[in-house]
């Protein structure tokens, strides 16, 4: 009988684990993804779109056309984890049974925890707030930008400074920028969680204007004075505010007791064994793991997880190991953008901005969807230059 | 007489990296309730001066800053 190998997930890493398991194991699995929506969305591109220069219609397709045909999508949400009974109860009343189960169920948008937030402020974490943004920037004539944190973890680290440096490009473009404040508000004394990345980034920032203010954890919003208030106790006025939405893992987790209080699933950082669960792996930004939250991190980690179950489902002994690598572009604007490179053990050394590392950006954009789900990607291209 | 300063949640940041333990700390505060005391323990080196310099900034309270095996712990009070 072949090994049931469920996948709770359908974005990068629960996509590309399937292909891989089914790839891999053939006859002997039987492989199904689970995805409440059945729509596979490039959060990539979100950036773009709220800046005008993406089309929502590029950045969502239908799962099932990533899919070997040969692994089956179940479009429901999983609504509860049984680890002992080896089962995932399902929101229309279904279960189903597994051998092995992978949770790639990411992360969960919380904007309420900030009261005042969903009223006065804008963001780039979803199709849906991209495309708002997009609009009021369309409208916005001069005035203050403020763009800030209000919640760490959150995803794709380097967006907010992408932001404001794309944003300085799109006010220069329209003749805004003289007439413009933008302000970085870092919830850290820098203004990116990576030191060596925060000394590249921040002269780059001083020399196009952009203000940066530190140890802003943004705590409210009022929406009527055009204020933003910080844990800290400081206050700053704007008149566009955009803000990265607070993070927790998903419900489904919480129900089922395997979250620590943030809801991120305690997991083995090399094995990606979910802690205590020999049959259960985590992969992407749903994990406890101190690593980026981003589609890099889930794409290095989804064959480390499809080698070591296929290795189970064999009886042999499992090999691969993940070494915590990532490997991501930051866009600078001006068509120019760096690379971050790094894992465990490694920080990343920033080469200097270079319209290459926006070309290679721009590029993988494009070839995204027929690669990065059904790892096409080769290793070298992976690693780059050591 | 001492004053034994009971702490209220305790964090084990041990092996995770800048800025880990200073982010977890945060979120302990932002959960927290006025005069909760956390205890943060450390073993990156960023965190001698990203701590201390965040709970100065925010207001609060930095009880004791003390080397156990290897690592540091930090213990704050919540003041606001």
Redesign the interface.
């Known amino acids: 009988m072949p090994a049931r190998i469920v996948v709770l997930g359908g974005g990068v890493g629960g996509t590309l684990a399937a292909n891989l398991l089914s790839k891999e194991l053939g006859r002997e699995a039987r492989v199904t993804v689970v995805d409440p929506t059945g729509m596979h969305v490039y959060q990539p591109g979100f950036l773009y779109l709220a800046l005008g220069d993406a089309n929502g219609r590029w950045l969502a397709r239908d799962e099932r056309t990533l899919l070997r045909r040969d692994v089956d999508l179940a479009i429901e949400r999983a609504v509860r984890i049984h680890p002992d009974a080896g089962s995932v109860q399902l929101e229309r009343g279904g279960s189903l049974d597994w051998d092995y189960l992978v949770i790639a169920t990411g992360a969960r948008l919380v904007p309420e925890q900030i009261p005042g937030m969903a009223e006065g402020s804008f963001g780039f974490y979803s199709l849906e707030d991209a495309e708002r943004l997009r609009e009021e920037l369309r409208r916005f004539r001069g005035g203050r930008i403020k763009v800030g944190v209000a919640g ?2 959150y995803k794709c680290p380097p967006a907010p400074v992408e932001f404001v440096f794309m944003l300085d490009q799109f006010l220069r473009r329209r003749g805004l920028r003289e007439r413009s404040e933008i302000t970085l508000l870092s ?3 820098r203004a990116f ?1 990576i ?1 060596s990345a925060s000394k590249l980034i921040q002269p780059i920032m001083s020399a196009r204007g952009i203000e940066l203010e530190t ?1 802003f ?1 943004v ?1 409210s919003v009022d929406a009527s004075a055009g204020v933003v208030s910080s ?3 400081d206050k700053a006025e704007y008149d566009l505010l955009v803000l990265v939405p607070p993070h927790r893992g998903q419900e489904a987790i919480d129900a089922s007791d395997m979250g620590d ?2 809801g991120w699933i305690p997991t083995d950082r090399h094995t990606l064994q979910v802690k205590d669960q020999e049959r259960i792996f985590a992969i992407g930004d749903g994990t406890d793991l ?1 690593i980026s939250k981003s589609g890099s991190t889930a794409h290095f980690e989804a064959p480390v997880v499809a080698s070591r179950i296929a290795s189970l489902v064999r009886g042999t002994a499992p090999r691969s190991n993940y070494g915590g690598r990532v490997m991501c572009f930051l866009e600078t604007g001006d068509g120019r953008a760096t690379t971050l490179r790094f894992d ?1 053990e490694h ?1 990343p050394v920033p080469p200097q901005p270079h319209r290459m590392w926006h070309a290679a950006k721009w590029l993988f954009n494009r070839l995204y969807w027929e690669t990065v789900p059904q790892g096409r990607i080769p290793e070298w291209a992976m690693r780059g230059k050591e | 007489m001492t004053q034994v300063t009971e702490v209220t949640r305790s964090i084990d940041a041990r ?6 333990p ?2 977890s700390l ?2 302990a ?3 927290g309730s006025i005069g909760d005391v956390i205890e943060v323990l450390s073993t990156d080196a ?1 965190s001698l001066t ?1 701590i201390p ?2 709970v100065t ?3 609060h309270e930095l009880v004791s800053v003390t080397e156990t095996d290897g690592a540091t712990s930090f213990v704050v009070r919540k003041m ?1």
């Not at chain 2, 092996?15 to 880990?20: E, I, K, S």
């Open positions: 760490i973890p919830p850290l004394n969680t030191e140890f954890n705590e844990l800290e106790g209080p943030g101190p465990y920080p | 092996g995770m990296p800048c800025p880990g200073l982010m945060i979120g505060i932002r959960e960023g990203d310099a965040w900034k925010a207001s606001r």
